[in-house]
């Protein structure tokens, strides 16, 4: 269980470096639509390629949740830009990065993985990570916004977490269900096909959004932005589809994401020099501490 706890903490540390490319795209006027057509691209062609035996023998079902994840992801994605314009990174990738509850509790109700005590006070840390994040501005200071607006921000924060737990909840689902007359299951038999299918039905949303709407950017920031996203999210998801038949929910997905939540504070004060306020304080301490309880 060693090698699967650092490779799902390897993970997290992956789509730490991928929510990073969406800001970066930001700060030079790039829609997160676009960043996401740039990983689109790469995790098409990666993931179909590493797929290419697997595409023969792909089932419907597999194809079908390829396609819907996918344009359940362009949503995220969407999402994401207007959380970025409420506040700044933190919080919004804590709820980018809280989509692991919903595949927690399916596991426990529907795979029978059993959660232990320190389990469950490591997802109630995790919860406050993300409770403590959104009360963080883009100025850096405590937040000053009227009820309305506050109400508004938190339900686009809710709305992502519930959006983004597609893909994770697609793959827990896709490790329970055999492929039609085998005992193989369909995310170890078509895996790589499911993922470049997201990828491809992510990448036909963006084209069509950027392109009707004229809203291409070109300029560093979009290929240093969207180069970032790419090497980032697709390795955290190609290591989530390894682990996730071999290794509870709760280190995969729980774990892992916690480690994102964590990497993109750190990141997001180091390097894009967002101000440290008491509600990071408190987003980073919850994080650690839901690290440590998750065993």
Do not use: H
């Not at 994840?69 to 506040?87: D, E, I, N, P």
């Not at 506050?150 to 519930?162: A, G, P, R, S």
């Not at 932005?225 to 038949?245: H, N, T």
């Amino acid at each position: 269980m060693t090698s699967e706890v650092l490779l799902a903490l390897l993970g997290g540390l992956m789509f730490a470096i991928g929510g990073v490319g969406y800001k970066v795209g930001a700060n030079g006027n790039v829609r997160t639509v676009q960043c996401a057509a740039f990983l689109s691209v790469v995790g098409a062609v990666v993931f179909g390629l590493l797929g290419w035996n697997e595409w023969r023998g792909a089932s419907l079902f597999a194809i079908v949740v390829g396609v819907v994840v996918g344009v359940m992801q362009y949503v995220v994605v969407s999402l994401l830009r207007t959380a970025l314009k409420l506040g700044p990174l933190s919080p919004a990738w804590c709820a980018v990065s809280l989509g692991f509850i919903p595949v927690i509790i399916y596991s426990a109700l529907a795979c029978g993985e059993s959660l232990t005590v320190w389990k469950y006070l490591s997802i109630a840390a995790t919860v406050g990570a993300i409770i403590s994040a959104s009360q963080s501005s883009g100025n850096g200071s405590t937040v000053k916004r009227s009820v309305r607006d506050k109400v508004f921000y938190c339900i686009i924060l809710v709305l992502l977490v519930v959006t983004n737990c597609s893909l994770p909840l697609s793959l827990k689902i896709c490790s329970q269900i055999m492929m039609p007359g085998s005992s193989i299951p369909t995310s170890q038999a078509c895996g790589n096909v499911i993922l470049s299918l997201v990828y491809f039905s992510m990448l036909v949303c963006g084209v069509i959004d950027l392109t009707v709407g004229k809203k291409w950017v070109f300029n560093r920031y979009a290929f240093f932005g969207g180069g970032l996203l790419a090497i980032g999210a697709s390795s955290g998801y190609g290591l989530q589809l390894l682990l996730v038949d071999r290794a509870p929910a709760v280190i995969v997905f729980a774990l892992g994401n916690t480690v994102s939540i964590l990497g993109t504070a750190l990141i997001s004060v180091i390097i894009l020099r967002e101000k440290i306020t008491s509600s990071w304080y408190f987003t980073v301490g919850f994080s650690i501490l839901a690290i440590l309880l998750n065993r």
